[in-house]
């Protein structure tokens, strides 16, 4: 079956600069993508999402950038902080259930 | 305040054993699901419930077995525990199901080892 893909399994960042975390998906008919932090121990939460007909949301300070002629989904976090160090995911919808890639682990160095 | 909530938190088992794993949710959501997140972190849904019925099962044992009393509680029994069974069970719910978008809110996970 098709499945989400994370480029890089580890990112190390300074504290203080930017971070970008990207995500390759390879089934066109997904509608929606979402990004999700899961801390040490804890669940996954919720931090953006996106619908196919855009190509950019903004929240506090995280923008998620679609790129749908490639398939690629991209999360960036400006100002990383330590607080940002978690494991993030990004998953597609499609056929009314979500399908995780397999994470990318952000440590932040101060 | 909790949103998602499970019970236990660890559960340590032998072989052969049968468990549960409860869920609950005071969100009025009328979706909730359960995943399994393996030692790599990989998180894949097992099942999906909305207003008490089964809408996704992704292929599961039959060792599993879902139960929804009613919309706001989502239970996990696994009969014949295997040691491949070890993994984090997360539950999740979210408002609705077959809409373009809807957040999933995940518990705090259930960590089981089968020994």
């Known amino acids: 079956g098709e499945s989400v893909g994370l480029h890089l399994p580890t990112l190390s960042v300074q504290e203080g600069d930017n971070s970008i975390i990207n995500c390759a998906y390879s089934n066109s008919a997904s509608d929606y993508f979402i990004w999700y932090k899961q801390e040490s121990g804890k669940g996954p939460q919720f931090i953006i999402d996106i619908r196919s007909n855009m190509d950019k949301r903004q929240g506090q300070r995280v923008t998620v950038l679609l790129n749908k002629t490639v398939k690629h989904l991209s999360l960036q976090i400006a100002a990383t902080q330590p607080g940002d160090s978690a494991v993030y995911f990004c998953a597609e919808n499609s056929d009314y259930k979500l399908s995780f890639g397999a994470g990318t682990t952000v440590t932040v160095r101060a | 305040d909790t949103a998602v909530s499970q019970t236990p938190k660890y559960l340590v088992t032998q072989m052969g054993n049968d468990k549960s794993i409860k869920c609950e949710q005071n969100?009025?959501?009328?979706?909730m699901y359960w995943y399994k997140q393996d030692s790599k972190k990989f998180l894949k849904i097992m099942f999906s419930y909305n207003n008490k019925e089964l809408i996704i099962n992704e292929t599961v044992p039959n060792r599993f077995s879902p139960k929804s009393p009613d919309k706001a509680h989502l239970n996990l029994h696994i009969n014949s525990l295997e040691l491949g069974d070890s993994a984090v069970y997360f539950c999740?719910?979210?408002?609705?199901?077959?809409?373009?978008?809807?957040?999933?809110?995940f518990g705090p996970g259930t960590r089981l080892t089968v020994t």
């Open positions: 999740a719910s979210s408002q609705d199901f077959g809409t373009a978008s809807y957040e999933q809110y």
């Open positions: 969100l009025g959501h009328d979706t």
